[in-house]
């Protein structure tokens, strides 16, 4: 399937935002951790969540996760901890996904997992058990959803847990969002110092929990307004200021490149205020689910950029890096990598694609990063948009709502 998007002439929308995907998963956790009754209000109906609903309340002998990156690293943990033998699997993607670095910490810990393919990927067969480990020594650099999902069955083990985090840590708001979750559920946790997380025992409460709205999903109508002509206003709802979520952090960044954020009762206000920076540098290693929508945005705003702290990109749905780097070339922006966790963009450009077809590698943020692309080039194509299910699946309802118009064509390329 195939997208074909042409942009409204002028952007105004109130836009109710899904649920948090990140909220969500953790929340579902935690609730089964607790073993209660008062399941979590206002979740995410995205793919990722909705998997792990079903995990959770049928418990089948074999668990396919499909494409959901965080219900495999935090059931991979639960089902550890969890009476049972499943066999947790997913796509042919899913399986190319690394996960040694969380089984080998959950062994230490007393787990029973085994590969039920190649090693160090997916499938795992998971044995639960009480585990009698208690303390960790991880990596900071590795992916937090690691440390989220040791994290969040510490409370749970017989003496608690004791987490080490060696080097440069890397998207430190998500462990702090695990952590503030994990406190509303009743749990003991938080940092003994700057690199080290102590947990006690002692389990959750059963919790009344509401989900707040998605930060991450915020991040394209910040770059719609962004690249708008006119005077774009757009109300988002449901987002809290104060949020635990790390993408909050997006509403600074694109408040350099023009968008002023006005928070109301409801949520936030979008408008273009000001003029751009004329070149914009960033650390992204607390925001990398931000990277694909500024590296787009700064291209079609011709302001050059450099990103660093971006090396969890390539193990996330696709290789993100290349994944950026290819499809902008069909736009006629030449983008360049270094390190594994740098892109940067210097303003180089070639010929560009006349009738681009922006592919999108089975992960959602391509497609919704390119779709605001026809707000500068019009007809743009999205190629299987319907990745967007991952994280925001009425994000085309929504464009359309918007004013955007978009012709499907089924069996294009």
């Known amino acids: 399937m195939q997208y074909l998007l042409n942009a409204p002439s002028s952007l105004h929308a109130a836009i109710q935002l899904p649920a948090s995907k990140s909220i969500s998963n953790r929340a579902l956790i935690l609730h089964a951790l607790s073993g209660g009754n008062t399941c979590p209000e206002n979740l995410s109906d995205c793919d990722d969540t909705q998997v792990m609903i079903h995990a959770l309340d049928n418990m089948p002998d074999v668990i396919d996760i499909h494409a959901?990156?965080?219900?495999?690293?935090?059931l991979t943990a639960y089902l550890s901890v969890t009476a049972g033998t499943h066999l947790i699997t997913g796509t042919e993607r899913m399986q190319q996904r690394p996960i040694r670095i969380l089984v080998d910490a959950?062994?230490?810990?007393?787990?029973?997992?085994?590969?039920?393919?190649?090693e160090g990927f997916p499938p795992l067969r998971i044995n639960g058990t009480q585990l009698t480990g208690s303390e960790i020594e991880l990596a900071g650099d590795v992916s937090s959803q690691y440390i989220s999902a040791l994290l969040m069955i510490g409370a749970v083990l017989p003496t608690g847990l004791k987490l080490q985090l060696k080097g440069n840590i890397i998207s430190r708001p998500y462990i702090n969002l695990t952590l503030q979750l994990?406190?509303?559920?009743?749990?003991?946790?938080?940092w003994t110092s700057d690199s080290s997380i102590t947990v006690e025992p002692g389990g959750y409460h059963d919790t009344p929990f509401r989900v707040e709205s998605d930060w991450s999903a915020a991040s394209y109508w910040y770059q719609m307004?962004?690249?708008?002509d006119g005077s774009p206003e757009v109300e988002l709802l449901g987002l809290f200021a104060h949020s635990a979520q790390g993408d909050s952090r997006g509403a600074e960044l694109f408040a350099r490149l023009g968008v002023q954020t006005e928070y109301i009762p409801q949520g936030v206000k979008l408008r273009k205020q000001g003029q751009s920076v004329a070149r914009l540098d960033a650390d992204m290693v607390d925001i990398p689910d931000l990277a694909q929508t500024f590296v787009v945005t700064c291209c079609l705003m011709d302001v050059p950029f450099r990103f660093t702290g971006l090396q969890s990109l390539k193990i996330k749905e696709t290789d993100r890096i290349c994944a950026l780097i290819t499809e902008l070339r069909k736009l006629g922006y030449v983008v360049h990598a270094g390190q594994d966790s740098i892109l940067w963009w210097d303003g180089g450009r070639c010929p560009a694609d006349e009738q681009p077809g922006i592919d999108t590698y089975e992960d959602h943020r391509m497609a919704m990063a390119f779709a605001p692309v026809c707000l500068v080039r019009p007809a743009i194509r999205i190629n299987e948009p319907q990745v967007v299910s991952k994280s925001y699946p009425s994000y085309w309802n929504d464009l359309q709502a918007a004013g955007f118009r978009l012709t499907e064509y089924p069996g294009s390329r």
């Open 68 to 74: 959901a990156g965080t219900a495999m690293r935090f």
């Open 106 to 118: 959950l062994r230490t810990l007393g787990a029973h997992i085994e590969y039920a393919g190649n």
């Open 225 to 228: 307004t962004a690249l708008a």
């Open 182 to 190: 994990m406190h509303d559920f009743g749990a003991q946790a938080g």
